[in-house]
């Protein structure tokens, strides 16, 4: 889980760049002195020797260049961070800093930098011929990479162009809220998936730090409770915030055992990871709250784009139909043996309608085109649906909708509004009555 979140740490890939740029100068500098008494044959039109001066005055343009480029480079980022904090919101600007791309745009700079330097400090220029030494093929190398750079730098400005389009982050976002649910809802079960037993009491296990949670090893806690045979239940889950001190779990089955209690109670807090912000990666409320984000900023006064509200929605569809076709989940899982050893914790899809309804219900009434997305929205979880308490959560939100439309002066937008919600109404009941 710690492994994961370096994605979202800007600084990390182009480190790994930089200092495999390092390493690489060395080892072609040391074949250059290897090969410093022979003639390779390699001269021609892409390989040449340009003598210390001329190696100075090359590797100097391309390092003091690649410079000022990574450093323009950064400004437009730090721009783009800037409009998508104030456009879509803060939580959104972390989908750009773990971007691939802009990483690696500002790590292949840095990176031809440092081994434009690196080559440099090995050029000598000596009184003769046999005390003056020129990596000739590390230079021809720098040469290679500053034409890839010129590349690079064509790549990274039609990526952030294409980056900030709003189709474009909201199928990002939709991307990752697609990779929780399969993690945390599965399709086919878990073969150790079974329904949960409600056991009472239980020596509790409590935190040591605060923050969010931002991801529970379910795998090692299983094993832990198969060594100490006892029954793990947690009782909190990735996205809740924690204050030294709340309980996480409770440990069944120990007997007032204080070794296997000591033991449990160590492995409970070191598989839960704790952090300063939320992801989405076992978080799917927050996967879902970043596309409501989007559709409640769009509906702003200050912003009214109904089009980016209408396309959130669309993509919130495009990751809640999908688990909506899927039962509750079984929330007890048992070893090789069948006996129940962990019992893990799961949002409920009916928290994230509320969510999601609860705040287009109260920004998109003026605003027909959102108002719709939202009411297909919610015709398309109701007829997906295969549990009866999902569709009839649906329903409710219907009517809370038509409800709210009592609040708004445009008669002629109520009535299609109510006209959809009686069709998604009919729609629902519909396929409820072909199951």
Excluded at 15 to 31: C, D, K, T
Excluded at 280 to 297: H, K, N, S, W
Excluded at 342 to 368: C, I, K, N, S
Aim: hydrophobic letters at 45%; glycine letters at 8%.
């Amino acid at each position: 889980m710690r492994l994961t979140r370096l994605r979202d740490v800007f600084w990390f890939l182009p480190l790994v760049m930089g200092l495999s740029a390092i390493v690489l100068a060395q080892v072609l500098v040391a074949v250059d002195r290897s090969l410093a008494d022979t003639t390779p044959g390699w001269e021609g039109g892409f390989f040449v020797r340009v003598g210390a001066s001329g190696g100075r005055d090359l590797l100097g343009a391309i390092g003091g260049s690649m410079l000022g480029v990574a450093a323009t480079s950064f400004s437009i980022t730090i721009s783009v961070l800037a409009t998508a904090s104030s456009t879509y919101g803060p939580r959104l600007v972390r989908n750009f800093m773990n971007d691939r791309g802009n990483q690696f745009v500002l790590g292949m700079f840095g990176a031809t930098f440092l081994y434009a330097l690196m080559v440099l400090r090995a050029i000598t220029a000596g009184p003769t011929v046999d005390t003056t030494f020129v990596p000739d093929i590390a230079v021809n190398v720098a040469v290679a990479l500053a034409v890839v750079d010129v590349l690079v730098l064509v790549y990274f400005i039609n990526h952030i162009a294409s980056s900030i389009q709003v189709s474009t982050l909201s199928a990002r976002v939709r991307s990752e809220l697609d990779a929780v649910v399969a993690e945390l809802y599965p399709d086919p079960a878990p073969d150790n998936a079974v329904p949960a037993p409600t056991p009472k009491g239980g020596a509790p296990v409590t935190a040591t730090g605060s923050g969010f949670i931002i991801g529970i090893d379910e795998t090692a806690l299983l094993g832990t409770a198969r060594e100490q045979d006892c029954l793990l239940a947690m009782e909190v889950r990735p996205g809740d915030h924690l204050v030294d001190g709340e309980v996480l779990a409770h440990i069944h089955g120990a007997h007032r055992n204080d070794e296997v209690i000591a033991a449990a109670t160590e492995a409970v807090r070191a598989g839960i990871d704790l952090g300063e912000t939320r992801t989405p990666y076992q978080d799917i409320q927050f996967a879902v709250q970043q596309l409501t984000e989007m559709a409640v900023r769009a509906l702003s006064p200050g912003t009214n784009d109904p089009y980016t509200a209408h396309n959130a929605l669309n993509e919130l569809a495009a990751g809640l139909v999908p688990l909506a076709r899927r039962h509750a989940p079984d929330l007890g899982r048992v070893d090789d043996k069948g006996t129940v050893r962990l019992l893990v914790t799961r949002l409920p899809m009916q928290e994230l309608l509320d969510d999601v309804f609860g705040a287009v219900r109260t920004y998109a009434l003026d605003a027909p085109i959102a108002m719709t997305a939202a009411i297909l929205l919610a015709r398309r979880i109701g007829v997906a649906a295969v549990d009866s308490d999902v569709r009839d959560h649906v329903l409710h939100h219907l009517g809370l909708i038509d409800d709210a439309l009592e609040r708004t002066d445009d008669s002629v937008n109520v009535d299609f509004s109510r006209r959809e919600i009686e069709q998604a109404r009919s729609a629902i009941d519909a396929s409820e009555s072909a199951r």
